[in-house]
């Protein structure tokens, strides 16, 4: 996904602020490679926060309703720059876009898919790590 679906997505997002667990849920294996699927913890509640300034989400997720220790996280954020075509008319581009996916697997480790959008054309750079930790 690049910044200019990140920011036709976004168009119908409710208001910024922490909502219910009780939203739909997320597709959290979109990106999940199959030979890893098995590995990793499914998420069965859901939380999603979203901010007013600027286009960004966060999901968390969690293996019940209650726990406090999530096994999945997914965010994303698009920076936009101002920009005219003729000096009269201005608007909003992205100019930089961040989608992070981790999953806790079941030996604890964390498998994190982050996609990095830059640049007019929103090239898009992807790859797969590693952590101990889930990342913030």
């Known amino acids: 996904m690049n910044a200019l679906n990140l920011s036709a997505q976004a168009s119908g997002l ?3 602020g922490r909502c219910q667990r009780r939203e739909a849920q997320p597709d959290w294996r979109a990106v999940l490679p199959k030979q890893w699927a098995s590995s990793v913890l499914a998420p069965r ?53 961040e989608h992070l996916v981790a999953w806790q697997m079941k030996d604890g480790r964390w498998l994190i898919h982050r996609r990095i959008t830059h640049g007019e054309a929103c090239q898009s750079q992807a790859f797969f790590s590693f952590a101990d930790e889930m990342p913030r």
Not at 71 to 97: K, M, W
């Open 14 to 16: 409710p208001q910024a």
């Open 45 to 97: 509640a859901f939380e999603r926060f979203r901010d007013y300034e600027i286009l960004s989400e966060r999901v968390l997720g969690y293996r019940c309703e209650g726990d406090e220790s999530p096994c999945y996280c997914e965010h994303y954020f698009v920076l936009t720059d101002l920009r005219s075509d003729d000096d009269e008319n201005y608007y909003l581009a992205p100019s930089y876009g």
